[in-house]
């Protein structure tokens, strides 16, 4: 009689060692022998565990660790096989993920030969098993040493990404294009070069009989208020011909179950079956701030004579997405529409939350999307130079009701037109798709991060193009052509065909030139990089979705304390400019740069980190509400970055250890359901009331100009019709009309939006940059409650960018609020989430603002 299938894990009693022969041995003999493992992980971890390496991320140890990526790597466990296994029909080894060239084998038998790092490997073993002890051993190749001889003898190299600042690969010959590997272990423009290597997921030994349930799937025809026409499919490895039933149940979020059974006909082999099922006025899943994200509960029974044989379970939400492609006045819309709602997308990207995948735990991942949400974001982008996320990440997401945009895994390289290259990835992309397709937060699977445009724009195909035979330069397109306009196109339409797909970011999809203003999605970076533009320079550009744009800072002092020496905390620092990698170091330079055009020169380092994180704080903003204020020829603002990979100066609102910058802060308000969104440009203040709410409402708009020392100069209130899902004008005002002949420098423009006298939303007008502006000392006092749990900031006078700290003492301390203003006699009471005693907390309190944090203030 046939039984279910059995999982042995293979995660423990793993030993590695540097390979006999390799050429590092001589110079790191205690790494020859062998040492403790720990599976899932890296060679870089088990080396820091064993103390043979030191941390990556002090200082400028990233120099001391390059040498481990460059060697070859053994691992080898035993593991006990009993005779009940053996007696199985089918036994296979399972590896999740290894990275990347691996040869795995068997009690001296080869097995497989991996080359992949996204993909499952699944081998037949029953044969090279015994009872009692067996030996595994995966044997891991440098992707470097293994490509760059190859890659050195061709005519030329494919353009890749960033060249290394070691001198390990020539510049210009860049391996890690041709490897399916994570990009951003090469090093990024904000993060560290470490090449891993290891088996970084889990392994595991399968045992089964006459049947194997390969795979679970809820598809969604059709979903509507009205009905959910739905698919289970199961994919199903038989032996032999023969009869089963499938029994479904599942539960709905209210929590009533229902259930159905079908007789389903077996051949030998490989099964794919799909069973209807309706559900009535399904309990939909919708994006946070729509509704609820509710989610079904579904499991299934597949039995032979009477007998389960396997199961499974999903859980996954019920909705429609469409992106929505229409002509219009200004061009070609970019729209997510769930459930037939259009969503205007508010977000961030997210990077890889550190170096080495294996430590990001669920509690880190819980912690980032709930900082998104809390921040009134509704989608992430999961940037293509990464890696795909464990499943933690998007059952979270659900649960949350964040949307996802999805990159598949290519990061601006142009990658190789060997066939053999594409049906790899074709096998990686069908595997990934399985896996995640269940998830309602999936909104979007994009083909890459940048190819596209970095083929057109960036310089690399120009040179090819000048210097290639037009017949190879003709095979490069035509290979990522048929990579993402077909390979990867055809696995979402046929795997999940439900979700769409998107061939690059930034795109056009194929209609024209990607990254264009009318049609598409949007990268600007002329702020910042190119041609580093001010921050106005966003309101220039409008296009029908900006999913990239930036503006770097550096992190908390504490967040630099942790891995830097006092030594180190200068601009000009050596240490520092290491955590610095846009432009090899110099972009702490370009910092300085923008903090002093805009706010003028920081009296000492700590003034330079706090004016970093206000400029971009308040660039960000003007970019997001120049966006949202656009509605509906713009419907997407998703800024670079959410996250860092670890403690440095970069485009992140949140820190490598979840710390908040102001820019988090900041993006809770300027991403608030409710807006009141107030732009001065050459001279003249537009208003608008910008609306994610499915309904109308009417409320007042007031208009106040003061001075900073707290005198009124005017006031006007008007009735305000907030329509639904939109952007309304609300009025324009010319600097004269508002200023009723106030200095600029010390005057303010107060727009408010009122709910019968309740303030749902603030917008404060300056009439000069913040460096010009004649601020007064504000006056500012903090008092911590007794209990420690709030603190109540108050100003005399009008201050700007508060920022309440705690410094060493909690630099985990999450405000309810931080980097905000307030009105001449203006208090707040901030919530404080924090472990440590008030007594401490008391002591360590802070506040401070723009007034006294540059070298004159005016």
Known sequence: MASTLATQSLDGGWQFRLLPGDKHVADHPAAAQWLPATVPGTVQTDLLAAKLVPDPYWRDNEAKIQWVGLSDWQYRSTFTVDAATLAR?????????????????LNGHKLLAADNMFRRWRVPVKAWLH???????????????????????????????????????????????YVRKAAWQYGWDWGPRIVTEGIWKD????????????????????????????????????????????????????????SQDSDIALRAGDNHIALPLQIAHPQRWWPVGYGAPNLYDFHVDV???????????????????????????????????????????????????????????????????????????????????????????????????????????FGGAIPPYDKAFRDNTRIEAIEQVDRLRDHPSIVLWAGNNEVETAWETWGGGAHLEA????????????????????????????????????????????????????????HYWNVWSGKALPPTAYLDVTPRFQSEYGLQSFPAMATLRSVLEPGDLDIDSPVLRAHQKFDKGKGNQRLLMYVERGYGKPKDFA????????????????????LRASRPQ????????????????????????????????????????????????????????????????????????????????????????????????????????????????????????????????????????????????PGLKATLSADGHSVTVSAQHLAREVWVDFGEADPDARLSDNAFDLLPGESVTLQVDSMADAAVLRRALTVRSLYGATVTTP
Do not use: C
């Open 89 to 105: 029909k089918h036994v296979e080894l399972v590896f999740d993920g290894l990275d990347t060239f691996a040869d795995v084998s």
């Open 131 to 177: 009872a009692g002890t067996n030996t595994l051993e995966v044997t891991l190749h440098s992707p470097i040493a293994r490509l760059q001889p190859w890659l050195l003898k061709q005519p030329y190299a494919l353009p890749g990404e960033f060249d290394s600042a070691f001198g390990d690969e020539p510049e210009g010959k860049q391996t890690a294009n």
């Open 203 to 258: 392994v595991k030994l399968e045992s089964w009989d006459a049947l194997r349930l390969a795979g679970f799937h809820i598809a969604q025809p059709k979903v509507t208020a009205d009905v959910a026409e739905l698919q289970a499919q199961l994919d199903i490895h038989a032996d032999a011909a023969g009869q089963a039933k499938a029994t479904l149940r599942w539960r709905a979020p209210d929590g009533s179950t229902q």
């Open 303 to 409: 039995a032979m004579d009477g007998q389960v044989v396997a199961s499974a379970d999903r859980s996954t939400g019920l909705r429609s997405i469409e992106l929505r492609r229409q002509k219009d006045q200004w061009g070609k819309s970019f729209a997510f529409v769930v459930n037939g709602v259009p969503i205007f997308a508010k977000g961030a990207d997210v990077i890889p939350q550190d170096m080495f995948p294996n430590r990001v735990t669920p509690a880190r991942i819980d912690a980032m999307l709930q900082s998104a949400r809390d921040a009134n974001m509704n989608m992430l982008r999961l940037w293509g130079g990464g890696y795909y996320f464990d499943d933690a990440f998007y059952a979270e997401a659900d649960r949350l009701g964040l949307m996802v945009w999805q990159d598949f895994m």
């Open 467 to 522: 210097t290639l035979p037009k017949a190879e330069v003709q095979r490069i397109v035509q290979g990522m052509r048929e990579l993402f306009d077909h390979v990867l196109r055809d696995v979402v339409a046929t795997q999940s065909p439900e979700v769409p797909y998107w061939p690059s970011t930034p795109s056009s999809d194929y209609d024209e030139q990607a990254n264009v203003l009318d049609n598409g999605d949007y």
């Open 607 to 626: 003034s330079l980190v706090y004016l970093s994180q206000v400029m971009q704080a308040e660039g960000i903003q003007l970019a997001a509400e120049h």
């Open 634 to 777: 713009s419907m997407g603002s998703l800024y670079w970055q959410l996250n860092d990979v670890w403690p440095g100066a970069t485009w992140a609102s949140i820190d490598y250890y979840g710390r908040w910058k102001a820019l988090q802060y900041h993006a809770k308000r300027f991403y608030a359901p409710l807006r009141v969104v107030a732009i001065r440009k050459n001279g003249k203040t537009q208003v608008s009331l910008v609306s994610d709410r499915t309904e109308a409402f009417d409320a007042e708009l007031r208009v106040r100009v003061l001075d900073m020392d707290g005198k009124s100069l005017w006031e006007h209130t008007q009735p305000a019709h907030v329509a639904a899902l939109a952007s309304t004008p609300a009025g324009d005002y010319a600097d004269a009309q508002l200023l009723h002949g106030g200095d600029p420098r010390h005057t303010v423009a107060v727009f408010e939006l009122l709910d019968h006298g309740k303030l749902l939303s603030r917008h404060l007008v300056w009439f000069d940059d913040a460096k010009n502006l004649a601020l007064p000392d």
